[in-house]
T-cell receptor, first 112, second 117 residues
C-alpha cells in the first residue's frame, strides 16, 4: 500500500532556531515529491524534488531527497514567526500523475 | 486571474441535508481535484477529474458525487450529509503542460469549512 508519513506531527521552536521536517514514503514507481506550506487557508507550493534532483534551496528553506532511504527533509534555518504553518509533503501516484497522496503534515509554531 | 475559487466559504448543515460545493479555476488546467482535510489526517483525495468529461474516485469517495461541468468548473455534492463529513474541503487544479514542476504542482482554492450537525 502506498503511504507517506511525516514527522514530527508538531513542533514548537523559538525564532532563530533551525528545524528539520521529515517525510518518508513508500510508493510504487516513485517519480517526484512535493512540499507545500499551509498557513490559514490553502496549501502553497514550495519545492518539487524528482528522482533526478536531490536538493532544492530557496532562501532559508532547503530540501533534500534521499532516493535510497526513501525520504525527504525540509530544513528551515533562522526561523521567523512567519514560518508558522503546517508543512505538507505529497507524492504523485501512477504514470499519469493524476492522483497524489499527502502526508499528515507537520504543524510548526515559531515563538517570538 | 483569480486562480482557484470555491464557494461557499462556510456552511452548516443538518444531518440528511444536501448541498453542492462549487469550484472554478481560470488557469485553463485540465485536471481538478477535491480533497478533505481533517485534524491529524492530512489531505485525503475524494474525487478527481483528469480532464473535462472524466471523473474518478479517490481515497474517500463514499457519500459524495462530483460533476465536471466544463473545463473550468468541478462541483462536489453531498446528497445526504452526515456528521462524519464535517471537514474542510479543498478544491485543486493542475496543468498538464509546461516544465516538470508546472506539470506536477497543484493549485489550491481557499477551502470550504463544512459542519454537519
Amino acid at each position: 500500500e502506498d503511504k507517506v508519513v511525516q514527522s514530527p506531527l508538531s513542533l514548537v521552536v523559538h525564532e532563530g532556531d533551525t528545524v528539520t521536517l521529515n517525510c518518508s514514503y513508500e510508493v510504487t514507481n516513485f517519480r517526484s515529491l512535493l512540499w507545500y506550506k499551509q498557513e490559514k487557508k490553502a496549501p502553497t507550493f514550495l519545492f518539487m524534488l524528482t528522482s533526478s534532483g536531490i536538493e532544492k534551496k530557496s532562501g532559508r528553506l532547503s530540501s533534500i531527497l534521499d532516493k535510497k532511504e526513501l525520504f525527504s527533509i525540509l530544513n528551515i534555518t533562522a526561523t521567523q514567526t512567519g514560518d508558522s504553518a503546517i508543512y505538507l509533503c505529497a507524492v504523485p501516484l501512477g504514470s499519469g500523475t493524476y492522483k497524489y497522496i499527502f502526508g499528515t503534515g507537520t504543524r510548526l509554531k515559531v515563538l517570538a | 486571474n483569480a486562480g482557484v475559487t470555491q464557494t461557499p466559504k462556510f456552511q452548516v448543515l443538518k444531518t440528511g441535508q444536501s448541498m453542492t460545493l462549487q469550484c472554478a479555476q481560470d488557469m485553463n488546467h485540465n485536471s481538478m481535484y477535491w480533497y478533505r482535510q481533517d485534524p491529524g489526517m492530512g489531505l485525503r483525495l475524494i474525487y478527481y477529474s483528469a480532464s473535462e468529461g472524466t471523473t474518478d474516485k479517490g481515497e474517500v469517495p463514499n457519500g459524495y458525487n462530483v460533476s465536471r461541468l466544463n473545463k473550468r468548473e468541478f462541483s462536489l455534492r453531498l446528497e445526504s450529509a452526515a456528521p462524519s463529513q464535517t471537514s474542510v474541503y479543498f478544491c485543486a487544479s493542475r496543468g498538464t503542460s509546461g516544465g516538470v514542476t508546472s506539470y506536477n504542482e497543484q493549485f489550491f482554492g481557499p477551502g470550504t469549512r463544512l459542519t454537519v450537525l
